[in-house]
């Protein structure tokens, strides 16, 4: 069954420094999502993408964070100067329109020093 | 808030036991949805059921949906020691694409 792949599995990075999370997307489907779990939390939405631009962001989204697609198959995620606030797991997601079921990768835990 | 609030928080039962998990929500939706998480993994798809919809079936699970009372409910039965991980409700406010998840279930299940 295809599935959402994302790497790294794990991410440590300094505080400031920029880090690009990878997804690639299950390939019919054309919306994609980011979202994050910080430790013990709930996850949360920050941003949507479909025909190549943003759909939806969240306010969390802010201007440290963009997406990109930069070929046929991959999605970014770029934090621009990480925080330590940053540290959570990162999901990506996909699917084939807007109003079903989204797939999920495993997430990149990315660890903020 | 949109965000959907389920209960219990945690859930322990022996295998063989049924489990429910509810969960409420504050917005009209299109549809709502139940994902689970093992410890440290990604979010698995399980069942989505529209907002026309009262009652669905796959396998195992139950989901019912009450509109009028914005909630829904997740029935495992006869559950087994692979079912233990995190449960979550998730819901498309309005015509958003976005999905705005529940805070969790944690269900344990014991042999």
């Known amino acids: 069954e295809p599935e959402v792949t994302q790497t790294p599995s794990h991410q440590v990075t300094q505080m400031g420094q920029e880090v690009i999370l990878r997804c690639v997307p299950i390939?019919?489907?054309?919306?994609f999502y980011w979202y994050r779990q910080i430790l013990g939390q709930k996850v949360e939405f920050l941003v949507s993408f479909y025909n190549n631009e943003i759909s939806e962001k969240s306010e969390i989204f802010d201007d440290q964070f963009s997406v990109e697609r930069p070929d046929g198959s991959n999605f970014t995620l770029k934090i621009r100067s990480t925080k330590l606030e940053d540290s959570a797991m990162y999901f990506c997601?996909?699917?084939?329109?807007?109003?079903?079921?989204?797939?999920f990768g495993d997430g990149t835990r990315l660890s903020i020093l | 808030s949109q965000q959907g609030e389920e209960d219990p928080q945690a859930l322990s039962i022996q295998e063989g036991e049924n489990a429910t998990m509810n969960c409420s929500y504050k917005?009209?939706?299109?549809?709502l949805q139940w994902y689970r998480q093992n410890s440290g993994r990604g979010l698995v798809h399980l069942i989505l059921?529209?907002?026309?919809?009262r009652e669905k079936h796959s396998g195992r699970l139950r989901v019912t949906l009450d509109t009028s009372k914005k909630s829904s409910s997740l029935l495992i039965t006869a559950s087994r020691a692979a079912d233990t991980a995190s449960y979550f409700c998730a819901f498309r406010p309005g015509t958003a694409s976005k999905l705005t998840f529940g805070t969790g279930t944690r269900l344990q299940v014991t042999l």
């Open positions: 059921i529209r907002s026309n919809e």
């Open positions: 997601a996909s699917s084939e329109e807007g109003q079903v079921a989204q797939h």
């Open positions: 917005t009209s939706i299109n549809n």
């Open positions: 390939s019919n489907h054309l919306y």
